[in-house]
């Protein structure tokens, strides 16, 4: 790791082992490997940026691996050159991910301008999301120009991938024995756009029935950008139909908000906001791992879980440890 | 504020005065005056946690006030002491508040076993949580033995009031134009019952479609414990209808809750969670006011948004600077 300079110009001249030779440093938890990962991070930040960041979310069983795989093959065929990624909170817990296996993909895992990586290993959310962050600067910087980052439709994932990208797909399928399975968890205020999948053959009237239900349901949601109403669509990726139509709708976003200067605006505010987390993060561990903190931590717990001590007298008790250095 | 113990006496006793001033001094930002509050609430706490705690919620216009009127005179009838508090979002825009205000609640507003509190003034929900929670626990002290904490449907404020309560109660209408409010807000997963009210009349028979309604969507839920089937229930509070099977359904829950062990481990959790809560907010104020990180982090801020430097490689240098002392 000592030469990260020669490092990043090979990433930058779009040579894959080196790629991955930058992903596997930016995954590493060694502290040496941190500090050389953030150097070679500055190194190539001027280089990115001129992506697009696709997020797309939606239930196991929803068809993303089949849209993906489409809408993929679609924009290699344009030119584009396009890196799938995955925030996978399942990876937290398996060590293996349910997202971003090229097995699911076999025909872009076979294309030379298409880069596929599973989710990273991580004992948090917060941790999976950094190096998925991390590695799409570094996928942009190799000149990989539409970044798709999938998670699954639980929790917490879709609002950590929505704050990294510039437009968030939520796929949905018709008549899942649950109409309202993108209302239900607060998920749809954060989409940019809702596409119905599968809506093909007897399950077609289904799926215009339930594209008209989110019609009705996002009119009472507070729009994003009064720039952009929130559509919902139709498609079977199966059989290769409104997918297209897709693409368009998304070069269509990108177009109004970057004249409206609402692109630049949100990309901005992603950035402070993650600058932001992360402080909070390693202000966190700073914290935890101070000897004074340490020393103290779980007798102040016991003694505010059994009611000894309140909240804020432990608090201010570990503050005060913390502060005497 | 010299004789804190004499105070802590006072409030004990259930003198409304001393509640008052001890509430005062809570609110109050003068930094002696947040050491005496923790003092005063140190010397407190053994005297609190007898009671239960009960969260409402529910959109503006779902009946709120003449539900808490009418369970709250019945309450008293039993013979019990019930403070009313509150915590209000639009309190920290306006200054004012919409909730907790006694005129709302005019026949309970005169009775001397009943404690009304609007929610207190503060920049932030957090702020103005942390005093609710505070005030909740001298409210515990002076004997009141339900404290109810009310809150509108909007938002964080609903999971802030559901994480300092035993019993979470959402409000809510049938056929308000839009069967999913509960659903959409993702705050069904936080309530411990669901309430129609305004079950009465013509309204009726769609107050009834929603309850099932709402009984199927809650059995698409995880539920919260394994002990306890969220339930749905009608209630007129205006004609005084269902408002007993209320009571009666919150003694159950804290009868289970106990018998299972899960009451006590709840509060624990919260204890601790708001400990937390408290230390990360403390510390990014130490954060913050630290002269090193001040002198940097708006040009460190500009340099993140403008893309000239890595989220990482900023919360690494801010933590460096906080670090030299």
């Known amino acids: 790791m000592t030469n990260i300079k020669k490092l990043a110009d090979d990433v930058r001249s779009g040579n894959i082992r080196s790629l991955a030779k930058a ?56 030119g584009h050159k396009i890196a799938i990624l995955a925030v996978d909170p399942s990876s937290q817990l398996s060590g293996g991910s349910i997202l971003g296996d090229k097995t699911r993909m076999e025909e872009l895992a076979r294309e030379k301008n298409a880069f596929i990586r599973p989710s990273p290993a991580g004992t948090t959310l917060g941790g999976v999301a950094r190096k998925t962050r991390e590695t799409m600067l570094l996928c942009e910087a190799a000149g990989y120009d539409i970044i798709i980052v999938e998670t699954v439709g639980v929790g917490q994932s879709e609002i950590t991938v929505a704050s990294m990208v510039d437009f968030f797909l939520l796929l949905q399928l018709a008549n899942a024995g649950d109409e309202l399975q993108g209302i239900k968890k607060g998920v749809m205020e954060i989409a940019d756009a809702i596409l119905i999948n599968k809506a093909e053959g007897d399950n077609r009237p289904r799926a215009e029935l ?116």
């Open 210 to 325: 339930a594209r008209q239900q989110y019609v009705n349901a996002l009119h009472l949601l507070t729009p994003k950008s009064y720039h952009w109403q929130v559509p919902a669509l139709l498609c079977s990726a199966l059989h290769n139909q409104g997918v297209d139509e897709v693409w368009q709708m998304i070069l269509d976003f990108v177009a109004t908000m970057k004249h409206h200067g609402e692109f630049v605006e949100k990309r901005r505010l992603q950035a402070t906001d993650w600058m932001w987390t992360l402080v909070m993060d390693d202000l966190k561990e700073l914290f935890l791992h101070d000897k004074n903190v340490a020393a103290m931590v779980d007798q102040i717990q016991t003694s505010v879980a059994t009611g000894i001590t309140t909240p804020s007298t432990a608090s201010r008790r570990l503050l005060e440890a913390f502060k005497r250095h």
């Open 23 to 78: 992903i596997t440093l930016i995954e590493s938890r060694s502290p040496d490997h941190t500090k050389a990962a953030a150097e070679l991070l500055d190194n190539l930040l001027p280089d990115t940026e001129n992506a697009i960041r696709i997020g797309i979310s939606g239930v196991p069983g929803v068809g993303k691996s089949t849209f993906i795989e489409v809408f993929g093959m679609k924009l290699l065929q344009q």
